[in-house]
């Protein structure tokens, strides 16, 4: 099976970053998903499957986080901000991976179902354009006299990971309308490890 879906969204989120109401900002998204999934019967009671996936997402957001007019404290005295505090991001992330499955039925009411997973996550082209530079440590803002690209070491960056993960589960059917479903599951995290 071939399935995929591409999702083009503009949106005006009627709340803004500072958690105020607004109705001046914009966040597109792009999201593309591919997946290509096999599946057959080993024999009549052992079923296997096996897919791998592919995942893009692309935002691009502008957010006025204080309306023009907002004043506040600066490391030099008080600010007016005359177009407000104004944010852009872009931010573009993906995931790639091969999932494989395998369910044996025990009886007509008890099913095991184990798989793995391996992923390839990666966060990239991120981008903080503003009005204003945070002073680290403070709540304190730096006026900057038009909405300027931040510092690398103030943006998010390019991060990558990989995950690995194995999960057993059993599922019992008790009755009809119960259905008693126990499982473990571990990933493994290339950049903070694992998690059972």
Sequence with gaps: TLD????????E?????AAALTDNGTSSDKDYYMALTYETSMWEKLDLSGK?????????????????????????GIATWAEGLI???TLNARRTGV???????ISDSNTIVAGATY?????????????Y????????LIFLPSVQKWPDDLTAGTEKRNLKAIFLEDIWDITDDIRLTTGVRYDDYSDFGGEL
């Design 13 to 17: 989120p009627p709340v803004g970053w």
């Design 87 to 89: 944010a852009r991001t």
């Design 52 to 76: 791998i996936y592919r995942n893009v997402w692309e935002n691009s957001s502008f957010g006025q986080l204080f309306p023009p007019g907002f004043t506040s404290r600066t490391p030099i």
């Design 4 to 11: 995929g879906r591409y999702v083009d969204r503009d949106r």
């Design 99 to 105: 999932e494989v499955q395998a369910k044996y039925k």
């Design 119 to 131: 992923e390839e996550q990666k966060q990239y082209d991120v981008t903080e354009r503003r009005n």
């Design 133 to 140: 530079l945070p002073v680290p440590g403070t709540n304190l």
